[in-house]
């Protein structure tokens, strides 16, 4: 138990963001009585039409897609499942997919699942700065290959693949390419009329829209099963859209439209200070991934042999919130399956900490991290060893 309610300084944003004020207004102007049903035909349902279509074509703005092409989903999650399961029901003579090592873990369990029920899936490596190279998908494709998916930017990391390259290698070989881009979505350009990608899933919440939408692009011509049937989002997918939600996302993703790239540098910045900053306390710690292209906003950072947990509890009891890349298993804290990946061992992966950035920080909270780091690292290295950890829980 730790003992803040809230932190003072908030660099967590691969895992949520704060909901901005634009979309926190926008959600409540779709809240309202004279807001209807969307699929309702009388003139509350068509204020609602006009909301639910405004919002569509905001996000598609964002990313260069055409409004018919975005399928809103309750979240990342739902849009990736939707993408994999729906290419697999649509080619039924196809049972292979291609993806890589260190996916998001709602990407791998599904692959896992989908292994136990006969689909074959190759996973292609990274190397020890996390980078995925595009003749490693080359090598893995097959002649029932029905989909590859591969993230666009990694959520412990930053570190961004060769997407570009890899959509012009699925296009040539015929074979649809979904892209996990959850991460990258309002922090580096995204512009889908330059890439072929096939689907595209995003998330609200890491746009600083509230948890609970998230939406799949699919690409015109494109054809896949839905999870959920209805008439809803042109069939694609059924149930009444959560109007309040998806009209925030329109929000954020209008918002992030207007600065993207002033921010993107903004938080570059942070994140360059911070860096400096730590290896001039800490001269042995690695920045995992530094040596590859990274989104702006993150940093994977190894403590050498100090314990990630002990560091992260301690920036926690002072106001800072962090995360650390390992997950909870019955003999306690199990390594980032990202970091094992890059080549690490079990000990350094367990001494990573991710520091991510947002919209809302500021240098003061670079500074502040930087003033507890020195006193929070000696505090944990003369405890010497690790602890049991309990009640702990995935990234």
């Known amino acids: 138990m730790t003992e803040n309610v809230s932190a003072d300084v908030y660099l967590d944003n691969n895992a949520t963001g704060a909901v901005a004020h634009e979309c926190l207004m926008a959600m409540l102007g779709a809240m309202g009585p004279h807001i209807g049903n969307p699929s309702s035909k009388h003139a509350a349902g068509m204020r609602a039409k006009r909301l639910l279509e405004e919002a ?3 996000v598609a703005g964002l990313i260069s897609a055409r409004p018919q092409e975005i399928v809103f989903t309750s979240s990342g999650t739902e849009a990736a499942h939707m993408a994999i399961l729906g290419t697999l029901a649509a080619h039924p003579d196809r049972r292979h997919i291609v993806t890589s090592t260190v996916e998001h873990p709602s990407t791998m369990r599904l692959l896992r699942h989908l292994e136990g029920s006969g689909v074959r899936v190759s996973y292609a490596p990274v190397d020890g700065e996390g980078r995925l190279a595009a003749h490693a998908i080359t090598a893995r494709l097959a002649a029932d290959t029905a989909l590859v998916t591969v993230m666009w930017a990694n959520n412990e990391t930053g570190v961004l693949f060769p997407i570009a390259e890899i959509a012009e290698i699925a296009q040539a070989s015929g074979v649809a390419l979904h892209v996990d881009a959850v991460q990258a979505v309002g922090r580096i350009p995204v512009d889908l009329a330059q890439i072929p990608i096939s689907l595209l899933s995003l998330s609200g919440h890491k746009l600083h829209a ?6 799949l692009f699919l690409r015109k011509g494109l054809k896949i099963a839905p999870l959920l049937w209805g008439h809803q989002e042109r069939a694609w997918r059924g149930g009444t859209e959560n109007l309040p939600a998806i009209v925030a996302l329109g929000s954020a993703c209008a918002l992030i439209q ?9 938080v570059g910045g942070l994140r360059d200070d911070l860096e400096r900053g730590i290896r001039e306390c800490f001269p042995a710690a690695r920045i995992h991934g530094a040596g590859a292209p990274r989104l702006p906003n993150t940093s994977n ?3 050498g042999t100090l314990d990630g947990e002990h560091i992260m509890e301690a920036l926690d009891r002072r106001g800072v919130a962090v995360s650390q890349g390992a997950a909870c298993a019955a003999g306690g804290m199990e390594p980032s399956h990202v970091l094992t990946a890059m080549g690490l061992e079990r000990r350094a992966a367990l001494g990573a900490i991710r520091f991510s950035f947002g919209r809302y920080n500021t240098k003061a909270c670079v500074q502040r991290v930087l003033a507890l780091l020195p006193g929070i690292l000696a505090e944990v290295a003369a405890r010497g060893v690790r602890g049991t950890l309990e009640g702990c829980e995935g990234v």
Do not use: E, I, S
Request: proline share 10%; hydrophobic share 40%.
């Open 258 to 266: 207007q600065d993207l790239d002033l921010q993107a540098r903004r």
């Open 56 to 58: 569509r074509a905001q």
């Open 301 to 303: 950072v190894g403590f």
């Open 210 to 215: 509230p948890p609970g939408v998230g939406a």
